[in-house]
C-alpha cells in the first residue's frame, strides 16, 4: 500500500546527506558506457542515492560550453551563473528545458522572484528551478528529501503561484540505480504511485546529441537518467 504523502514542512528535520537527491554515493569521473564496473555503477546511483556536492561551483568557461541549449540558462547572470551547483537539462516529448541548481535559496529566488511557502519551509541543502517552466506559468521547484527513504520532493504551481501536484521521489530497495515516484495532487490524493525513473548509459538521452560531448569535453561530468514508462529523460551536468 502507498505511504502516506507528507509535505517537508510538516518533519522539518535536518537533511542526512543520504536523504539527498544530490548525493551520488562517491566522486567519480564521466559515464560513457551503461556497465563499466563498480565505479560506474557507483558514479549512476550519484543521482538516485544521495550525496553532497561539496559546495563546488561551475566555471563561467564551463557554463559557457552550454550556451545555445536553453535560452532561459543562457540568460542568466554573471553572479546567477556563479551560484549554481548543476545544472539537470530535461528531454520531455522532444522539448527541452534546463533546471538551474543551487545551494542558496536567496539565489533561488533571485531568479523566480517569489518563492512558495512549500519551499520556503523545506529544511534542505539544495534548491532546484525548472527554469522554462517559470515562463510557462507551470513553475517546477525541487528540494531535498524529508526523510531517510526519500531522495528528492518536486513540487508544481499553476500561474497563480496555487500548487498543483507533488512528488516523492523515493529510493527503490531493491536497485541502486532506480528511483520511484509518487505523485499527489494539492490535496495529498494519490495520483500515481511508483512510477519508475533509472540511472543508465548514453542511450537513454534522447535530447540533443551532442550536448554530452560538449559538456565532457568542458571538463563537466554528466549522468544519464531516463523515465520507465514516458518519453522523458535526463542529462545531469555537475563540476568535475
Known amino acids: 500500500a502507498p505511504r502516506p504523502a507528507r509535505l517537508p514542512h510538516l518533519k522539518p528535520t535536518t537533511i542526512n546527506p543520504k536523504g539527498s537527491r544530490y548525493e551520488r554515493g562517491t566522486t567519480g569521473g564521466q559515464v560513457s558506457t551503461p556497465d563499466l564496473g563498480r565505479k560506474s555503477r557507483q558514479l549512476y546511483s550519484r543521482r538516485l542515492g544521495g550525496c553532497r556536492l561539496g559546495g563546488e561551483k561551475m566555471q563561467f568557461l564551463e557554463i559557457d560550453a552550454l550556451t545555445g541549449y536553453s535560452a532561459a540558462l543562457d540568460a542568466l547572470i554573471e553572479g546567477q551563473r556563479a551560484a549554481l551547483v548543476e545544472i539537470v537539462f530535461c528531454n520531455r516529448l522532444g522539448s527541452l528545458s534546463a533546471t538551474a541548481v543551487f545551494e542558496d535559496i536567496e539565489a533561488l529566488r533571485e531568479i523566480a522572484g517569489q518563492v512558495p511557502a512549500e519551499i520556503e519551509r523545506a529544511v534542505s541543502k539544495r534548491y532546484g528551478v525548472d527554469l522554462e517552466s ?22 508544481t504551481y499553476s500561474a497563480v503561484g ?33 512510477e519508475v525513473e533509472h540511472a543508465g548509459g548514453p542511450d537513454l538521452w534522447k535530447g540533443p546529441r551532442d550536448l554530452p560531448n560538449k559538456a565532457k569535453q568542458a571538463g563537466l561530468q554528466v549522468i544519464f537518467l531516463a523515465k520507465d514508462a514516458k518519453d522523458q529523460c535526463y542529462l545531469r551536468v555537475l563540476p568535475s
Open 134 to 155: 517559470l515562463a510557462e506559468g507551470r513553475a517546477r521547484f525541487y528540494v531535498d528529501g524529508d526523510d531517510s527513504e526519500t531522495v528528492l520532493l518536486g513540487f
Open 162 to 194: 496555487q500548487l498543483k501536484e507533488w512528488k516523492r521521489y523515493r529510493r527503490d530497495p531493491d536497485c541502486k540505480l532506480r528511483l520511484l515516484i509518487d505523485r499527489f495532487d494539492a490535496a495529498d490524493v494519490a495520483i500515481s504511485i511508483g
